[in-house]
Every structure is written in structure tokens, then in C-alpha cells.
């Protein structure tokens, strides 16, 4: 058959260079339809799904077969340049294209022709980076991601991650050539970008994306300090207000991510943004438009523009669900070291903490989640009620930090309780304080050294054995330190009594040498 439609190709080679000549200023690359029709159209070419059929040279008429994901029945009349497809698409469709490119490939290259098709496109887009408007710009990365994010794989993660790099690559090659303009166009760009990966992520997994995401958003703090770091371009404000409503579209009107949509609001208005009119304005904007639940982002500008009452009246009706935001919330305005708002937002956020780090937290997540809060307790006046309540909230994940609230008020007997309720391991119990312990109470944690001691002798071998020896050498320190010789001497006794059929134990005692 290949020879076939190769003896038609050269019959009719002038009406097939006309037809590739029409459809190369009929179609264009930046058209996503486009692209997407020539794309698959050479897809099938390339991978032989088109088979000739019957040719009937007196009506010079050629019907093919391409097998698609259903086949269809291509019929084409070579002299009119007349073509239909038995597949329900009204305007040229990839079935008929790809017959014509078939035809065409049989004398020149195809390769060739995609080639210098699609150099049409990167020719427009260098017109539009120019242009040096928002719109320009906008249209750059439209173009951009259409390129590449047809031929996504939905299935494959690593492929996704791979052409978004290929994106960003690409949109290098339109950076403006004035040193000056250049981290606008990084910043703005890459926003652009994270709006179109945000909206396509609303429509399929955001497991695909939120690594990605977030990578980006990190990155773009970064962008944002460089950016405010240069002297702003009077040229600029259009694209610094176009900025604007692509970051409002995102945080406000988007649903998926919501712990990233609010970073990347955060990002912009703490590093770049901190001009009090456009926050003033903002806010203002926040209050107006009623369609969803803003609390969050007016809290959020309560803190920038210092409004304690606004704040107040939002952090009433905080939820648990909430609390990496308010944590953020928190976080921002102990750096702008606005204790008020800093003593707002904690109080507001104590009676939902133990719910938030028992139901919405991994487990392996909750003992920092706590560190970091009790680190932002620690700079407002809390009184020591309110505090016990505080480390209640938290349960075993606040023990560390309990800890040093107990050793702080010189609680030595409380702390030995509260390594005792939870069965803190030696090496644990240390990371709390406990040296601390030994220098002001060493009588106290005497208990808890025998407990510890006995854990390891129930374990009835050799290595624990020699566990239990270290920690009562340790105890045997804390004995003679608390002036407690005769005590430790009558307590050795005791073990080695209790346990004297346990030969092992016996060794390994009197190589400790414990009796003082």
C-alpha cells in the first residue's frame, strides 16, 4: 500500500503541495485547536495507522482507513482538494489530516514542514515579549503551556513535572533583554503559570501538582525578595496591578490546595505588595464581595494593617480545621512584632488545638506542629493556669515543652510526674531536661530511675541487663549527690536480694560496682 500512495503522491504532488500550502496559513500553532489537530494528525501518521483503501483514478478519489481510537474512513477527491471523514467531526479533522499528511510525506518531509509550522509560533510570541504588556505576556505563557500541556500523560507524574520544566525553559527564550525588566518578567510569568497549573489541577488530581506547586511557590519567595530589592519601573504598575488579579483569581476563586493558595497570597503581600493603599484597597475588596468564606484572608490583612478589633471579631469563630493558616497568621505577626495581634490570634486558636493535632495531623507531623506553636506561646504573657491548660491541649506531643515550663517554675517533682504519666524513655527524659533535674532536685528523679532501671531487667537477657547497670550508676550519682549513701547502699542490697537467681544480672552488677 506504501507504494501505492506513493505513485499517487507523485500524480498529484502540485495539488498536495497546494493543499500543504493552504493548510499552513489556515492553521496555526498558537491556536491550542490547532496544535492539537496537527499534533495527533502526525501522531498518526508516524505510528502507519493510515492504510489506503481503494483508488479510483478516473474520479480521482482515494479512500483510506485510519485507525484511531475507532477507526474512521477517510474519502479524498486529490484534484478539488475536496476531503470527508466518516467520523462526526464538522471541520477538518485529525482523520483527514492525516491522510493528507501521508500523501504529503511520500515526497518531502513532514518533519520539515511541522518544523517550520510551528517556528510560526515562536516568531508571534517574540513579536508579543515586545510588546511589554500584561496581555503580551498572559498571551506567552498561554501559548506556552498549550504547547506543551497537550501532550501530557495524566497518568505519569514524573512526565508532568518534566514538561513543566520544558515550560520554563521556554519561557527564557522571551525574556526581555534589559536587565531591569527581567525579574518582573520572572515573577509575573511564573505567577501566570502557577494560575493555569492551579486551574488544571481543579479538574484532575492535585496530587500531581502539589509538589510541584509548592516547589514554585517556595521559589517565588525568593523571585518576590529580588524583585522588591530593585527600583521599581514607572512602566511597571500595569503589570504590578495585573499581578493582583492573577493572584485574587487564585487564592479567591480557585477551591483546590487551599493550605498553598494561601501561601502564595501570603507571599506576594508580605514580600512585594506592602504598599498600605493597595492593602487598604484589598481589604476593602475582601469586605465587598460575599460569595465565599474570606475570614481567613481578611484575618490576614488584620494583621498587615494592624486592625486588633477586625481581628478579634474573625478569630472568635476560628475552626480547627484552620490552624496551619492561623499558625501562618500567628507567624507573621510575631515578625512584624505585633504582640496584640500575636495574643489575639493564640488565644483564638488554644481551645481547638488538641482536636486539630489528634484529627487533622499525621502522627509523625504532630510533635513539631506543636514545638513551633508552643515557640510563638512563649513571647506573649499567659497566665499559669491558662499555660497548664495550654500543655493539656497539646497531651504527649507537648511534653518537651511542658518540660521547661515545670523546670522554669522550679517544678522538679512535677516534672518527674509528667515523665512518669507518659513512660519517657531515658534518652528522651534527658532531651527534656533532666540534667537540669539532677542539678537542683537529684532526689527527685530517684524513682524514676528505678522504674527506668526495672523496664530493662523484665526483659530477662544480657544487653538489657547492662542497661539497667548504666541507669542505676546514674542513680547511684543522684544518690550520692542528694546525700543519700546509706539509702542507695540498703537500696543495692534489696536488687541484688530480689533478684538473686537471675546469675547474668548478678554479673553485670558487680562489675557496675554500685554500692557507694
Known amino acids: 500500500m506504501s507504494h ?9 504532488q502540485s495539488h498536495i503541495q497546494q493543499w500543504m500550502k493552504t493548510l499552513s496559513e489556515d492553521l496555526h500553532p498558537s491556536h491550542l485547536d490547532d496544535e492539537e489537530l496537527v499534533r495527533r494528525a502526525s501522531f498518526a501518521v508516524r505510528n502507519g495507522a493510515v492504510r489506503a483503501l481503494s483508488y479510483d483514478p478516473y474520479e480521482h ?21 475536496q476531503i470527508t471523514c466518516s467520523c462526526p467531526e464538522k471541520r477538518l479533522c485529525r482523520h483527514s489530516l492525516a491522510v493528507i499528511f501521508s500523501l504529503y510525506m511520500q515526497k518531502s518531509s513532514l518533519s520539515e514542514w511541522l518544523q517550520e509550522w510551528r517556528l510560526k509560533k515562536t516568531e508571534q510570541l517574540s513579536i508579543l515579549a515586545n510588546e511589554r504588556t500584561p496581555e503580551s505576556w498572559n498571551a506567552i505563557v498561554q501559548s506556552t503551556f498549550n504547547a506543551v500541556s497537550g501532550e501530557w500523560s495524566w497518568k505519569e507524574r514524573y512526565y508532568i513535572d518534566s514538561s513543566i520544566n520544558q515550560m520554563k525553559q521556554k519561557l527564557k527564550k522571551f525574556m526581555p533583554f534589559e536587565r531591569e525588566w527581567q525579574p518582573l518578567y520572572d515573577v509575573y510569568t511564573r505567577t501566570m503559570l502557577l494560575r493555569l497549573l492551579f486551574e488544571v489541577s481543579e479538574d484532575l488530581n492535585e496530587n500531581m501538582f502539589r509538589a510541584t506547586i509548592q516547589t514554585d511557590i517556595e521559589d517565588m519567595q525568593h ?15 500595569p503589570f504590578y496591578d495585573a499581578l493582583v488579579l492573577h493572584v485574587r483569581h487564585i487564592v479567591y476563586d480557585l477551591k483546590t490546595m487551599d493550605d498553598l493558595r494561601f501561601n502564595l497570597l501570603h507571599a506576594f503581600w508580605v514580600i512585594m505588595l506592602t504598599e498600605k493603599g493597595r492593602r487598604e484597597k484589598e481589604y476593602e475588596y475582601l469586605l465587598e464581595i460575599k460569595n465565599f468564606d474570606n475570614a481567613i484572608f481578611r484575618a490576614f490583612f488584620c494583621v498587615l494593617l494592624k486592625k486588633p478589633e477586625e481581628l478579634q471579631e474573625i478569630a472568635d469563630k476560628i475552626h480547627a480545621s484552620q490552624m ?25 486558636m488554644r481551645p481547638h488545638i488538641f482536636d486539630y493535632v489528634n484529627s487533622h495531623l499525621s502522627a509523625w507531623n504532630r510533635s513539631l506542629f506543636v514545638s513551633k506553636l508552643y515557640a510563638l506561646y512563649k ?7 491558662e499555660r497548664e491548660q495550654l500543655f493539656w491541649q497539646f497531651g504527649s506531643f507537648g511534653v518537651r515543652a511542658y518540660s521547661d515550663f515545670l523546670i522554669d517554675q522550679h517544678r522538679y517533682q512535677d516534672w518527674v510526674a509528667l515523665h ?6 531515658l534518652d528522651y527524659a534527658e532531651s527534656c531536661g533532666m540534667k537540669t533535674i539532677l542539678q537542683e532536685a537529684p532526689e527527685a528523679v530517684l524513682p524514676f530511675y528505678h ?66
Open 420 to 425: 512518669h504519666r507518659f513512660a519517657s524513655t
Open 379 to 385: 513571647h506573649i504573657d499567659l497566665p499559669d493556669e
Open 4 to 12: 501505492s500512495l506513493f505513485n499517487i503522491a507523485v500524480r498529484y
Open 223 to 237: 523571585q518576590l525578595i529580588t524583585l522588591s530589592n530593585k527600583p521599581r519601573l514607572f512602566a511597571a504598575d
Open 61 to 81: 478519489t482515494l479512500e483510506a482507513r485510519v485507525h484511531d481510537v475507532s477507526s474512521a474512513v477517510v474519502t479524498i477527491h486529490l484534484v478539488d482538494e
Open 324 to 348: 496551619p493558616e492561623w499558625m501562618h497568621l500567628a507567624k507573621l505577626a510575631k515578625e512584624q512584632d505585633d504582640l496584640t495581634s500575636l495574643t489575639i490570634i493564640l488565644h483564638a
Open 451 to 516: 522504674v527506668l532501671a526495672l523496664n530493662e531487667v523484665r526483659e530477662r537477657n544480657r544487653h538489657n541487663y547492662k542497661q539497667a547497670v548504666r541507669i542505676w550508676k546514674k542513680m547511684k550519682s543522684a544518690a550520692k549527690k542528694s546525700g543519700k549513701t546509706d539509702y542507695w547502699n540498703l537500696y543495692v542490697g534489696e536488687i541484688q536480694t530480689k533478684y538473686r537467681r537471675l546469675r547474668a544480672l548478678q554479673e553485670e552488677i558487680q562489675k557496675g560496682n554500685l554500692p557507694l
